[in-house]
């Protein structure tokens, strides 16, 4: 593994970029906020990051406690965040609010799976939920679906189905991010998606609570 320079300095900001300021640590992380991953998962979604760099920047998060190794089915290798790696959502949603503010780059690349989709949701919903807010219900995005569970105001969301669904909301990426930038307004958004739950109640009041942790994303 690369050595890591370090700022050595006595200051909390310098040693949290210590551990997170190399290229792709905060994107890993980002993509870990959606579940366990394979290696092969982690390398798909970060377009571009060589398998070297990619094993390097594991090998030091796990040093610094953000991530571990595990076993998973069929004695799969799987990689999964800490207490302290989830500890860095609100971290990453405050950093998607700054870069959501930027100008884009000219010609940007999709990532290669929308795991991104996970962390920034999860945060957004963490600001709206009630306390006594329970939830259960299907976000699928191009194909790809996330779990979003709700539990006595405690929100997860996670790469994969929901078997426990009450709703299920089907959309594409790129309506997904132009209604989190304000450029698609919210009830456009609600128009354009398909939605099904044996409960139209359900199914208002999860759009509601989805289309309020949007507006937290402007």
């Known amino acids: 593994m690369a050595k890591s320079k370090s700022y050595n300095l006595l200051c909390p900001i310098a040693r ?21 991953a394979r290696f092969a998962d982690l390398q ?20 610094e406690g953000l991530i571990e190794k595990t076993q ?24 998607a609010l700054v870069g959501g503010r930027m100008q884009p780059v000219p010609e940007p690349k999709k990532p290669g799976n929308l795991r ?12 709206v ?10 976000l699928t995005v191009d194909d790809e679906p996330f779990a979003i569970s709700i539990h006595n105001g405690d929100v997860s969301v996670l790469s994969g189905p929901n078997p426990d669904r009450q709703v299920s909301i089907t959309t594409t990426y790129p309506d997904l991010l132009a209604a989190a930038a304000g450029a698609m307004p919210l009830d456009a958004f609600a ?21 309020a942790a949007m507006a937290q994303m402007q």
């Open 16 to 36: 949290a970029l210590d551990a997170l300021g190399d290229r792709w640590s905060l994107l890993i992380l980002r993509d870990l906020h959606a579940g366990p």
């Open 116 to 127: 991104t989709v996970a962390v920034t949701l999860a945060a957004a919903l963490d600001r």
């Open 44 to 63: 798909k979604g970060l377009a571009g990051i060589a398998s070297n760099l990619l094993t390097d920047r594991l090998a030091h998060l796990s040093k």
């Open 191 to 211: 128009k354009s998606a398909s939605i099904t739950a044996n409960d139209a109640r359900v199914a208002e009041t999860t759009m509601t609570l989805l289309g």
């Open 72 to 95: 998973g089915a069929h004695n799969t290798a799987l990689y999964q965040l800490t207490n302290a790696g989830w500890a860095t959502r609100g971290l990453l949603f405050d950093l």
């Open 129 to 138: 939920v009630a306390p006594d807010t329970s939830a259960q219900a299907q």
